[in-house]
Nanobody
Framework: QVQLVESGGGLVQAGGSLRLSCAASGRTFSDYAMGWFRQAPGKERTFVAAITWSGSSTGYADSVKGRFTISRDNAKNTMYLQMNSLKPEDTAVYYC?????????????????WGQGTQVTVSS
């Protein structure tokens, strides 16, 4: 079975930075594309960023482009989301996910495994 565990969330002032981590176990992490999604209270879970298995290709939601950077270290079975210039509207629970096929996947349909989420709160 695949287990994904997010960490690094917390409370930060607007304009600040956080780095989220997603540690994978139970399956060879490097064989699969990965992504980050987020969900604010009362809203649907939406795409944030995605990365191919090798890390050679990435994709971002327009709302975070230029501020967030997705990366992965396959030797450590860990994916990261560096979040800079944070805004109050970035407040949400952030989830990491693993896809069943390689690619820059922006839709939830492609992802089979999900972490428990980590809370990010940005104060104004």
């Amino acid at each position: 079975q695949v287990q994904l565990v997010e960490s690094g969330g917390g409370l930060v002032q607007a304009g600040g930075s956080l780095r989220l981590s997603c540690a994978a176990s139970g399956r060879t992490f490097s064989d699969y594309a990965m992504g980050w999604f987020r969900q604010a209270p009362g809203k649907e879970r939406t795409f944030v960023a995605a990365i191919t298995w090798s890390g050679s290709s990435t994709g971002y939601a327009d709302s975070v482009k230029g501020r967030f950077t997705i990366s992965r270290d396959n030797a450590k079975n860990t994916m990261y989301l560096q979040m800079n210039s944070l805004k109050p509207e970035d407040t949400a629970v952030y989830y990491c996910a693993q896809a069943s096929t390689n690619g820059v996947h922006t839709q939830r349909y492609w992802y089979n495994y999900w972490g428990q989420g980590t809370q990010v709160t940005v104060s104004s």
